[in-house]
Nanobody, 127 residues
Framework: QVQLVESGGGLVQAGGSLRLSCAAS????????MAWFRQTPGKEREFVAA????????YYTDSVKGRFTISRDNAKNTVYLQMDSLKPEDTAVYYC????????????????????WGQGTQVTVSS
């Protein structure tokens, strides 16, 4: 069983920054494929950013490229999402996700590829 706990959400003005953290349990964190998703009321949970299985490649949805950065510290069992130049449309509940078993190549942005989810942290960007 893997537990994921997000933190770092809050209220920020447009153009500001936030850094989300996701602390994971488990002794083999370095082998997990990690990702961030987000969800707004009435909409499907959508992919934001992810590492591939090797941890050497990162992927982003187009709307956050150049503004968000995913990173991880395996010594701390933590994955981060640095969010800069925030926009009101980034307002959502942000979830981290962990895959402990391999998924098909290229499916890093698919919710069903992930085995565990955190409880989410609210990010609100005011205009």
């Amino acid at each position: 069983q893997v537990q994921l706990v997000e933190s770092g959400g809050g209220l920020v003005q447009a153009g500001g920054s936030l850094r989300l953290s996701c602390a994971a349990s488990g002794r083999t964190f370095s082998s997990y494929a990690m990702a961030w998703f987000r969800q707004t009321p009435g909409k499907e949970r959508e992919f934001v950013a992810a590492f591939n299985w090797s941890g050497r490649s990162t992927y982003y949805t187009d709307s956050v490229k150049g503004r968000f950065t995913i990173s991880r510290d395996n010594a701390k069992n933590t994955v981060y999402l640095q969010m800069d130049s925030l926009k009101p449309e980034d307002t959502a509940v942000y979830y981290c996700a962990a895959a402990i078993s391999p998924y098909r190549s290229g499916r890093y942005g698919v919710k069903s590829s992930y085995d565990y989810w955190g409880q989410g942290t609210q990010v609100t960007v005011s205009s």
